[in-house]
């Protein structure tokens, strides 16, 4: 004697699997279905308030930070030579200046020795950064510009501490600078 009752689903999957049709639907399904849309490489598209793409045959999200990581990221090949660039520290630093591998700058700077315009080469780097350093000292005196010379700070314990600069003269610091960004543009004019 049978203690379970066998359902039409339950006698339709053994007749499919006896018949060896093991993929056959045994039911009818009603409910939602999604649109399928078909993405191809480097579609850009927004579903769930998010911006999606496709690289490289992957589904990924676009977000504000990938410009950055696009720059910041090392690739493993050499744009220039096609080598990989495996010599750890060395080709990061020198991709992030030169964006090619270090071999590359070797062979590019010994070309440059061999004809005689190594000096101008590397004055003209020198000159780069000594122009980088007096943006940020004109930053730090549009900074001491605009700051009320008064710093405030919330302690552990909840309190708020108010810090004056002690005996400093804001005048002989901004001169000192304004000074010290002239040197530098004498020496890049020189």
């Known amino acids: 004697m049978l203690k379970r009752e066998f359902k039409t689903r339950d006698v339709q999957r053994m007749r499919n699997i006896i018949t060896k049709q093991h993929g056959d639907k045994t039911g009818v399904q009603v409910g939602y279905s999604k649109e399928y849309v078909e993405r191809k ?3 850009e598209w927004e579903e769930n308030n998010k911006r ?3 690289k490289n045959g992957i589904k990924m999200t676009i977000n ?3 410009k950055l990581k696009s720059i910041l990221q090392i690739p493993l090949i050499c744009p ?7 010599k750890g520290r060395l080709d990061k630093v020198i991709y992030s200046i030169h964006k090619q591998c270090s071999d590359c700058i070797i062979k590019y700077e010994t070309k440059l ?3 005689g315009k190594f000096e101008e080469y590397q004055q003209n780097i020198n ?3 000594i122009i980088y350093h007096i943006k940020e000292m004109e930053n730090v005196l549009l900074e001491l510009a605009m700051n009320q ?3 405030s700070f919330v302690t552990e314990a909840g309190d708020i501490e108010t810090w004056k600069g002690k005996g400093t003269n804001i005048q002989q610091i901004t ?3 304004q000074e010290y960004i002239q040197k530098l543009k004498d020496i890049v004019r020189s």
Do not use: A, F, R, S
């Not at 220039?80 to 495996?86: F, G, L, W």
């Open 127 to 129: 000159k780069q950064g």
């Open 64 to 66: 504000k930070l990938d």
């Open 52 to 54: 999606w793409t496709i």
């Open 175 to 177: 001169q000192d600078i």
């Open 113 to 115: 020795k061999l004809e």
């Open 41 to 43: 490489e480097g579609d």
């Open 149 to 151: 010379y008064d710093e």
């Open 80 to 86: 220039i030579c096609k080598q990989p660039m495996n």
